[in-house]
């Protein structure tokens, strides 16, 4: 038998499996029960001015067949993962620094302790009028947004590894790197990971909010578009499209997780 | 007995002098911290002084430079219009701890009880918790558009923006506080004969009481972040505004005054949670220290 057929027959078990479980039913009737209040109270006559479940459905693929739909998905999302992957790499190698050096930890901590307060989305002007294109403000936001979730998880992470692990990998005689390599990156990496998932999150929503203040494009400009034109579905259609684009980069956010820590995987 | 009595001395004589210790050691550390943050805030805002005022470089000359923020905060006739002697100045901070304070109150009165209820009943939870899954991903600000269409008045929607978060970090801090209490006391409770209202009031509500703080804590961060994007699209008043109105009529060093407001409130509503979470569980800090 293949790995891969293996792996289907798996997906097939779990499945059936999930079908059959009353579980699965009763969060289905919940939803449905939602979807079904939400027409009925259409049918009374009660908020007109949201579109009904079934005008959704009908109106939906229309907005998405339109030219451009999907140009918002890639744009948006280069946005947030360019923003965010430069925030990652600066977050890790100052948190990294920060942990193994306690002087330069305490030079720039409170400083960033100062800053963090600051809600991401308030940085907008400042980056408007800084960065010479609003590509580079919204990825600067983006940054702002995903920087000090990532970089507080890394020292918290840091901070968590048992003393003795140190104390041991120094008593054997342990060089820096190893230290690092051994010591430092797997005990870290856990909490590293909580603050990439919580970080993707705010950089959508941060970037949502910088496309619609400033954008011409992406996502959360199609949404604001769609209010300046009084096209409700195509709102809806946004929300959920903002909505399903962080859930998806959650999702991958936690298959790399698991990618990199097999000893954590359950 | 003598024994005894001398040893306890010792240990006593021991403690103490280990507290001094720990004591000197611990001053001398925080005030080489001190030291060296000052250092650090000190560098920064040099550096921020040197390329913005003296050496002008290319796109620094576009913002506000630190000198220019301190004498328009502190001046009793600002350029502006916004300084720390102006009544402008605080209306902006009241209409936003306002809609803060609102939102939040709301989110956490629907949202401990939601939680509570999605931990307490399994059929409760199949029915409703796909609902909220359903709804969470949207981010708060995505509602924006939404919330001004149906809601009448910006004040509504921006509440509603700024609720939208917190509601949701309220609920799953609080089932999580619910998931995490000891099974061993729900099997105590089911032994000793509790009614199910009992679990709920003895063991479930005192015991998710923990997470539901750190979920306050986030709720009003995430609070304050829906709140300056809310009123930097939609609003006509508050501190979100009061930055995106400076940036439009560039008065620029107003940008940064409501930047370093926001952050102080921010601040001090988080510090201020933590504080009420301590005093109500002060039994917890007490069984801590007890083991």
């Known amino acids: 038998m293949t790995a891969g057929s293996e792996k289907a027959s798996l997906l097939w078990v779990r499945w059936s499996s999930r079908l059959r479980s009353p579980v699965f039913w009763q969060g289905l009737l919940g939803i449905a029960t939602f979807f079904a209040v939400w027409q009925i109270a259409r049918w009374i006559g009660w908020m007109t001015i949201i579109p009904s479940p079934v005008e959704l459905a009908a109106g939906i693929p229309e907005e998405i067949e339109r030219a451009g739909y999907w140009q918002n998905w890639v744009d948006s999302g280069r946005r947030v993962f360019t923003g965010f992957g430069i925030a990652a790499l600066l977050a890790i190698v100052i948190g990294v620094a920060m942990g193994m050096s306690n002087r330069l930890r305490a030079l720039i901590f409170p400083l960033f302790e100062i800053m963090r307060p600051i809600p991401p989305l308030a940085w907008l002007p400042l980056a408007i009028l800084f960065w010479p ?16 979730p990532i970089l507080l998880n ?13 104390q041991a990998a120094l008593s054997l005689g342990s060089s820096r790197g190893a230290m690092f390599r051994r010591v430092m990156m797997p005990g870290a990496l856990p909490s590293l ?13 941060v970037v949502i909010a910088a496309e ?35 859930m998806a980069s959650s999702w991958v956010m936690r298959l790399v997780g698991e990618k990199a820590m097999p000893w954590r995987r359950r | 007995m003598a024994v005894t009595g001398s040893d306890e ?6 403690k103490a002098f280990n507290e001094k210790q720990r004591g000197r050691a611990s001053r001398i550390a925080y005030n080489a911290g001190f030291w060296y943050a000052l250092t650090g805030v000190v560098g920064f805002l040099l550096l921020w002084h040197i390329t913005t005022d003296v050496l002008t470089l290319p796109r620094f000359n576009f913002l506000p430079t630190p000198l220019d923020i301190f004498t328009e905060w502190t001046s009793t006739e600002p350029k502006y219009g916004v300084s720390l002697f102006t009544p402008i100045y605080y209306e902006h901070i009241l209409v936003s701890v306002r809609r803060v304070m609102l939102a939040f109150f709301i989110a956490v009165a629907a949202g401990v009880p939601l939680g509570i209820l999605l931990g307490w009943s399994r059929t409760f939870y199949n029915f409703v918790f796909p609902i909220v899954e359903l709804l969470r991903p949207i981010p708060p600000l995505a509602w924006v558009p939404f919330a001004v269409l149906i809601l009448p008045g910006v004040e509504a929607s921006v509440v509603l923006v ?23 006391y729900f099997r105590a409770a089911h032994c000793l004969g509790y009614r199910r209202i009992d679990v709920l009031t003895r ?39 009061l930055i995106f109105d400076a940036y439009m009529q560039v008065a620029l060093p107003n940008i940064v005054i409501g930047m370093i407001t926001l952050g102080v409130l921010g601040y ?24």
């Open chain 1, 133 to 148: 294109s609003s590509e580079l403000t919204m990825i600067f936001l983006t940054f702002i947004g995903a920087f000090f």
């Open chain 2, 162 to 184: 700024t609720l939208l978060a917190a509601f949701f970090a309220t609920v799953l801090n609080t089932l999580l506080g619910v998931w995490s209490i000891n099974d061993d």
């Open chain 2, 203 to 241: 063991i479930i509500i005192p015991g998710a009481m923990p997470f539901v703080f750190t979920g306050l804590q986030i709720a009003m961060g995430v609070a304050w972040f829906s709140l300056v994007g809310g009123e930097m699209i939609a609003g006509r008043s508050g501190l979100g505004f």
């Open chain 2, 9 to 14: 001395r010792e240990v006593a004589l021991l």
């Open chain 2, 268 to 291: 001090l509503s988080s510090a201020a949670i933590r504080r009420v979470g301590s005093w109500l569980m002060a039994w917890q800090e007490k069984g801590r220290a007890g083991q």
């Open chain 1, 193 to 205: 990971f909580t603050g990439l998932t919580i970080a993707i999150g705010i950089t959508w929503e």
């Open chain 1, 212 to 246: 619609m203040a400033s954008g011409t494009n992406g996502l959360g400009y199609m949404t604001w578009d769609s209010y300046m034109t009084h096209s409700m579905v195509g709102i809806v259609l946004g929300m959920l499209s903002i909505g399903l684009a962080g």
């Open chain 1, 154 to 166: 890394i020292l918290v992470g840091i901070e968590k590894i048992d003393p003795r692990y140190k």
